[in-house]
DNA sequence: GCCGTTTTCGGCCCGACTGTTTTCAGTCG
């Protein structure tokens, strides 16, 4: 709903744009629809409770908005959208999303050649129909016709991991060059976004064109977009583009501040700045009339000139961290050294890869204290799901395990399925032995959202259950998010005392950001585990703290910070 | 279309690169 929502509020945004509308329309379009999307209640409920007035409490909200909402959650449409989607041909919005092409291109386009597709385009380009028109030169149209590959070449939005591994290589290829002071992955991956657009990368170096050339050339890139002084943009051969931005040491922070987005968050803190009578922009905090610089070497310094505290990349979302600096209120967030164990892997016995022995062995290397073996139930055939005979057989070797291997505590859990109807896919005596009950839906994922509320709620209030594991059942990129009441699932599992999992694996991360703030605003406890179908996925932890450092949550929200005994006496 | 410890009207973030523009528009981040 909220998403649905969001993305009509995009669409409409788009169209303006292309009608070439009152851009500051545009923006409130655009801001309503990203406030939505970071919003941890439901559109519609919020409505039913409260009204047009309650929309209206929303920052970015207001009458009209409000009135659109209204109008969606009665009759599914807004009709404002479907007016404007009239005025231009089916598919239009295809041709803007072109790299290089933008609303006004694409509208002379239509209006002069009748272009309505990327493949009329294509036609058109290559007869050298578009060389005739005004402001279109060769190298225009040139442009153009690579925006065409490269759009058709792109798989979209990557995973955290890939970028990160990209990320990773060009910070190596960076460190062959020389006259590189600093150097500092900004956007989106600094963020810790679920998936990641592009790179952002900022060198600190009195030598820019230097920089920019090593840049350009090297072997990864496939595509240079543009090259100035200070800043290049390359697509790398995986199809991932990269923008480099070359600054002054004085101004490192500044940069970053701003490199690091997101865009909403730097617009808003400059708009504090312009207040202030000041001026912010990747060239420091100034003084608008004098032009002093206030602050820029670090972005320590320019929270401070604002009188805020420090806001860790993971939280400049534009989800209330720029009140709660101003008010000290920015929490104390989780980091990967505090996890003490994982509550949540494969062995051989099901579908992973490495035996109980290996998989124990490997997380003392890590320096964990204790793990839990949560190997999948009967139901789960595909992944080799166990009987409750084998799972009788399964907890006796794992205990045999424990006896053998010191250093570690290894627990004896299992992945237990909700069935269709919400009961448990092991009886209660076998339920009864384990020291950790995981449970989560594996099958008839399309269930209406009704049914599989009462479905997941059902199984929570089975005294057995501990943790709740990828709650969403979400594949980021392949396969949606379930449709379940989020809300009512956080509400019973604050009452019957269970946890929610924060799955790190990348194609998971669920609980999402905006549920894990939602989860500790009630109270609901959190465990961040790995799913590790092998002894390396168990290194996956960091991308399941990056995505509950998003969610706001403290060390104290985690309970696999805390020690063992505590740890279970909480579950 | 939103919003208000200057405002219920008049504002709305700031800068780089490209191409074809003789001074700047379009696009992007």
Known sequence: M?????????????????????????????????????????????????????????????????????????????????????????????????????????????????IDSPEKLTKAAKAGKLNKLPGMGSKKVANILRGLEIKQESHGRFLLDEATAHAEYLLDEFSKV???????????????????GDLDILVISHKPQKIMDAFVEFSI??????????????????????????VEDKYFGAAAHYFTGCKAHDINLRKIAMQKGWKLSEYGLIQAKTKKLIAGKTEEEIFAAFGMQYIPPELREARGELKAAEAGKIPKL???????????????????????????????ALGYEYILISDHTQSTRIAHGLT????????????AANKKIKGIEILVGAE??????????????????????????????????????KRITAALSNKYVNILVHPSDRLIGERDPIQVD??????????????????SHPRRLDLTDIYCKRAKELGVNIVISTDAHSTHELKLMKYGVITARRGWLEAKNVLNTMPLAKLLKLL
């Open 334 to 364: 989780i980091e990967l050294k505090q996890i003490r164990g994982d509550l949540h892997m494969h062995t051989k016995a099901s579908d992973g890869s490495n035996t109980i022995e290996q998989m124990a062995e490997a997380a003392k």
């Open 221 to 246: 890139v496939q595509n240079v977009l543009s090259k100035g002084k200070t800043r290049s943009s390359v697509v790398l051969k995986n199809n991932m583009q990269v923008d480099l931005r070359v």
């Open 2 to 114: 909220n998403t649905e929502l969001a993305n009509i509020f995009w669409e409409l945004a788009e169209y303006l744009e292309l009608k070439q509308d009152n851009p500051f329309k545009i923006r409130a379009y655009q801001k309503a629809a990203q406030n939505i999307e970071a919003l941890s209640g439901n559109l519609q409920t919020i409505y039913k409770k409260g009204g047009l007035a309650a929309l209206q409490q929303i920052p970015g909200i207001g009458s009209h908005i409000a009135e659109k909402i209204q109008e969606y959650t009665k009759t599914g449409k807004v009709s404002a959208l479907q007016k404007l989607k009239k005025e231009f041909p089916k598919n239009f919005l295809q041709l803007v999303e072109i790299p290089g092409l933008g609303p006004k291109t694409a509208l002379m386009l239509y209006k002069e050649l009748k």
């Open 416 to 453: 237990v399925d909700i069935l269709r109807d919400g009961k448990l896919d092991y009886c209660d005596e076998i339920l009864k032995q384990l020291d950790i009950v995981l449970a989560t839906v594996h099958s008839s994922f399309k269930l209406p959202k009704v049914e599989m509320t």
């Open 486 to 503: 989020m809300e009512k699932v956080l509400q019973t599992a604050k009452k019957h005392n269970v946890a929610m999992e924060v799955n």
């Open 388 to 399: 409750e005979r084998e799972m009788l057989k399964h907890i006796k070797e794992i205990r």
């Open 178 to 196: 020389s006259e590189i002071g600093k150097i500092l992955v900004c956007g989106s991956l600094r963020r810790g976004c679920a998936t990641i």
